[in-house]
């Protein structure tokens, strides 16, 4: 009995070889696209990157400083006088300003860097800031030694602010408000170059920012890599302050 062989034709690749491609192909883009989920996912549900763009948290954070900002815990715990929060404009907080124009190119790259969190474009649309008081709370400035004081206590903030050679508090915005449940009372840290909740009185929030509009609470500073480091709450400062009758 005789076997018989097809032959290949001449510079042609066997068939299984042809079709080997294609199998790789398409486990890669599976893999990038279960790797894009998941990014999205935790982008959305976890943890998101921002960067700084002003100076108004000085020293603490620097103008371009990377940060990553927990999204998750505080939906379980809340948030605590101390804690550094991002948050959208609640309204009338930030000047209107005109995006320049990108090409479609440019556009397609920065939208998808930005769903896996490695993009962060709408940072300018949003702020942060040292939550000072919380629902209920009674915030005053000053006392005669310039501090502010939450539910009667003096508060020594000097372990954050950002104060010049000789100046012992920054300078006084007088304001004497109680923060609505549900929302919260913010300042910078860089306390003379902050439009926070005392410059925002007069605007729809009346200076307060609605807990629904915060992203979330900033811990780690991610870039440059000599500032890498995990962020100083302070909550210390606020020990001896009582709940809000």
Known sequence: ?????????????????????????????????????????????????????????????????????????????????????????????????SAPAQSLPVQAVDWLLSVVGLSAPDSKDHLIKRIIGVGGDHVVCCNALGQITVNDTPIDETAYLNLAEGQTAPEVVSFDVTVPEGSLWVLGDNRDHSRDSRFNVDQPSQGFVPIDNVVGRAFLITWPLPRFGALDFHHEVFDGVPDAQ
């Open 1 to 97: 009995m005789t076997s018989e062989t097809t032959a290949t034709p001449r510079g042609a690749l066997p068939v299984s070889r042809r079709r080997g491609a294609w199998p790789l192909v398409r486990d890669i883009l599976v893999i990038l696209l279960i790797a894009i989920v998941v990014s999205f996912l935790i982008k959305t549900f976890l943890v998101r990157s921002f960067y700084i763009p002003s100076g108004s948290m000085e020293q603490t954070l620097q103008i371009k400083d990377r940060i990553l900002v927990d999204e998750l815990t505080p939906r379980f715990g809340g948030y605590d006088r101390g804690d550094i929060v991002v948050f959208r404009d609640p309204g009338g907080w930030l000047p209107a300003e």
